[in-house]
């Protein structure tokens, strides 16, 4: 990695964050356009992974936990803070924005449409960046035990069995197979 002063490591992680939280309101759908723009130039692909799997265990906003993750690793407690606020300015904006259309449109029929027609969209976004992490090096083929975790997680999450906790047991799983 190249070594910049502080300051514009901070600067960066700022227009990062602030960037992605512009073009990318969800925190899920955040984490493909992060993982692009982070990896290699703040962080290894094995710390993000690292960071993402954390981030979902911990209790509270992911975007955010991903956020001071990061920010902690490219800036130190700096860094968090300037991560933080690229990531809080813009969902504060859009939040109060949407919240006064939101209000001035309530009870409209296609609003109803509109909202269920986002669904489908944010599922296909996750399933992507999923895609995206679970390949192991640029095309090769994925491993049987990795498939594995993946089928035992997916079945484990349509039992309704609370996310940390199948990132939990995925991690343990993880630390057998991958010996």
Do not use: C
Request: charged share 10%.
């Amino acid at each position: 990695m190249i070594r910049r002063p502080k300051i514009a490591v901070w600067g960066k992680l700022f227009w990062l964050f602030l960037k992605i939280n512009l073009l990318s309101t969800s925190g899920p759908a955040s984490i493909g356009l992060l993982y692009k723009e982070a990896v290699g130039s703040l962080m290894t692909e094995a710390e993000f992974i690292e960071a993402v799997g954390f981030s979902n265990v911990l209790p509270g906003s992911e975007a955010l936990k991903l956020a001071m993750f990061v920010g902690f690793a490219a800036g130190g407690v700096p860094g968090v803070v300037a991560a933080l606020f690229g990531s809080i300015i813009p969902p504060t904006v859009i939040m109060l924005a949407a919240a006064a259309l939101l209000r001035h449109f309530q009870g409209e029929a296609w609003m109803d449409s509109f909202v269920s027609g986002l669904a489908p969209a944010v599922a296909m976004l996750m399933v992507v960046v999923a895609w995206q992490i679970f390949r192991s090096d640029k095309g090769a083929p994925v491993k049987k035990r990795a498939i594995l975790i993946a089928v035992l997680s997916a079945i484990a999450l349509f039992a309704n069995i609370p996310s940390p906790i199948v990132l939990l047991g995925a991690g343990i799983l993880g630390v057998f197979l991958f010996r």
